[in-house]
């Protein structure tokens, strides 16, 4: 088990084997709640706060920002809003790295998924998410700069399909879930398992 104590000795005893990565940011949404139905559009970054060095093997960020425009869907196929269809997508334009002059080509991510919610007490403030869930990532134009063919190693793509549970707390406006994914028809990236863990708390009247 990890303590509080070790933990410390690590980030300050071995820098090294403790980085922070880049970081996420979402400053402006837009919402709309219908009656079977909820939609968002919003504008988000991804800062390049994570330790780049041009060819260094132990980096822990990008060295470029990232702005990226989204959106997501909710489509409740039952008047209690129990069945719901849901996708999120994000559209990704990267500045030049630094460094290397490269500048990486854009991509587009969705997320999606299908869940049935089970009330797991009388008063239904506690409710149990089940359901399957995936997503693909598609890079959608070329890398530029020094030394780059924008056919070699050409375009990374990645699919993932897999199952998620969701514990749902309407009263506190709170959620935790954990899903589960095996990546498949991968092309010019890694392919594997990805475990996600989320959490939230909503503040303000819905």
Do not use: C
């Not at 690590?10 to 990565?21: D, S």
């Not at 890398?143 to 924008?150: A, D, E, R, V």
């Not at 897999?162 to 009263?171: D, S």
């Amino acid at each position: 088990m990890t303590t509080l104590a070790h933990f410390l000795e690590v980030v300050f005893l071995h820098p090294a084997l403790f980085a922070f990565g880049d970081s996420f940011y979402q400053p402006f949404t837009l919402g709309w709640h219908l009656k079977r139905a909820d939609i968002t559009t919003a504008y988000a970054l991804f800062a390049p706060t994570g330790r780049f060095k041009p060819g260094a093997t132990n980096n822990t960020g990008s060295g470029y920002w990232t702005n990226a425009p989204t959106a997501g869907e909710t489509v409740y196929l039952t008047k209690k809003k129990m069945t719901s269809i849901s996708a999120y997508e994000l559209y990704e334009f990267h500045t030049t790295q630094k460094g290397t002059a490269i500048h990486p080509g854009q991509a587009f991510n969705l997320d999606y998924s299908v869940t049935q919610s089970l009330p797991l007490t009388k008063d239904m403030h506690t409710l149990l998410q089940v359901g399957l869930a995936g997503y693909g990532m598609w890079q959608t134009s070329d890398n530029s700069g020094p030394g780059i063919t924008p056919t070699l190693p050409g375009h990374y793509r990645t699919n993932a399909l897999g199952g998620a549970v969701n514990i749902l707390l309407p009263a506190r406006k709170a959620n935790l879930g954990v899903s589960l994914l095996k990546e498949f028809a991968s092309s010019n990236t890694v392919q594997g398992y990805s475990l996600q863990i989320t959490g939230g708390i909503r503040f303000g009247r819905q």
